[in-house]
């Protein structure tokens, strides 16, 4: 017995983990660890400041409660964006 297909995800971006080192997020079929060491702007945020992220431009994610934005690519290519925070 096969079970049905499920539909499609309508969700471009979700939060699936906050833990002690730091937040794994989904985007568009991928799945990123934002480590607080590399991202410590997160470190000390609510819960329901990190899930409020929105998507846009296809390529943009904002944190409006925290005043976080990340481009995908910074992400996906970690090496040609190096972070540095004092």
Same mark, same amino acid.
Do not use: C, Q
């Given at each position: 017995?096969?079970?049905k297909m499920r539909g499609k995800n309508t969700l471009d971006v979700e939060i699936l983990n906050i833990s002690?080192?730091?937040?794994?997020?989904?985007?568009?079929?991928? %799945?990123?660890?934002?480590?607080? /060491?590399?991202?410590?702007?997160?470190?000390?945020?609510?819960?329901?400041?990190?899930?409020?992220? %929105?998507?846009?431009?296809?390529?943009?994610?904002?944190?409006?409660?925290?005043?976080? /934005?990340? /481009?995908?690519?910074?992400?996906?290519?970690?090496?040609?964006?190096?972070?540095?925070?004092?």
């Amino acid at each position: 017995m096969k079970s049905k297909m499920r539909g499609k995800n309508t969700l471009d971006v979700e939060i699936l983990n906050i833990s002690p080192h730091g937040i794994w997020i989904y985007v568009k079929g991928k %799945e990123y660890a934002l480590p607080f /060491d590399e991202y410590p702007w997160f470190k000390d945020a609510k819960i329901s400041e990190i899930g409020n992220v %929105e998507f846009k431009h296809g390529h943009h994610l904002r944190w409006p409660a925290l005043d976080i /934005d990340l /481009d995908l690519n910074s992400l996906e290519n970690t090496a040609s964006y190096p972070l540095i925070y004092k």
